[in-house]
């Protein structure tokens, strides 16, 4: 016998319920979201266990259940883990789909632990939680970079307008043109010219709005080029470490250090999946059944982690590109096939998604030998 013991996480305090194989519930019980409340969980789900074994005479396993959110679970998971304890993720959709047939209505930390449970019960093959620290280092620094990114592009946006309006100033008798070409606001050399000329207009020339427009794109040239340093010194890190943790992906055509670190850090170990299928369809790559009468036929999956399928799309469409790669010559048969376009490259992910799980589970011994690359 199985008990389920489902959490609802939040930042300050967790919400355990345990349920049985009937959905009946046992016990509830609060605890803070520290590594004391997390000890104080085990020891109560331990309880609840013995409890259980008194009442029905059999013997009885905890299994712990949380939704799939890491930025809550982290600390969580692996305190269970270093205890010994199994811990599987609840995609949140199953848990909302569990909650609205429930019999309880609304929303609360007492309705959504048991939500978990249920949903746990529900779908016994759901992926168990690992302790993987180097993929939750690697997911710390890609994530980090992207803000960073994030952060630049949107500074680049508004420097972008503030040159323009510091285009009608003149000097020396010429217009000054302040419109870098796409794409070099995140180059070093070019950061540096425009710095150098918005510091040559002579302020006591402009009106006041003008002057206050020099001095923030003044500050916004320092800010781009600083989170530039820093995200290009993150993808040297990411790119280092990957070429240590994982470097048969990165023979994995298009494949670069940020995919390889993307689809590393998103998996979360991708051992923890029952089979390639399971990856597939935790990626959204796995088709979905579409037929009506005799046509058999799929559809694209738009569910599942959205992070790893752009990765796995980003490959596919690299390898398209290159002629002398498998996925063209795959993607070129799937076209004679009388696949579409998008078909043949829904496809491609799939078999992609075959292959990275496999590059990712492969044992160390096996991390040096090369991939073909050619059919």
Known sequence: MVVVVGIDVHKGTHTAVAVDAAGRQLAQRMVRATSAGHQQLVRWAGQV?????????????????????????????RDLLTAGEVVVRVPPKLMARARSSARTRGKSDPIDAPA????????????????????????LLVDHREDLVAMRTAAQNRLRWHLHSLNQV???????????????????????RLATGVEFIDPDALTIDLRITRRVALELIADIRAWTVRANGLEREIATLMADQAPRLLQLRGCGALTAAKLVGESAGAGRFRSEAAFAMHAG????????GKTSRHRLARGGNRQLNAALHRIAIT??????SLGHAYYQRRLTRGDTTTEAL?????????????????????AAAPLPQAA
């Open 49 to 77: 266990r013995v409890q259980v074994v008194e009442r029905s005479g059999a013997a009885a396993a905890v299994q712990f259940a949380v939704e799939d959110c890491r930025h809550l679970t982290v600390g969580l998971e």
């Open 116 to 139: 978990i449970a249920r949903a746990a019960w529900r779908e016994p093959g759901l992926p168990r939680a690992e302790h993987s620290p180097v993929s939750r280092q690697v997911k």
């Open 170 to 192: 003149t000097a020396g008798g010429q217009d000054q043109v302040w419109d870098p070409p796409a794409r070099s606001l995140d180059v070093l050399m070019q950061l540096d």
């Open 285 to 292: 790559v796995a088709p979905v059944p579409a037929s009506s």
């Open 319 to 324: 390898q398209v590109r290159l002629t002398d």
């Open 346 to 366: 829904r496809a491609l992910k799939r078999r992609l998604a075959r292959l990275v799980h496999g590059l990712l589970t492969a044992p160390d011994t096996t």
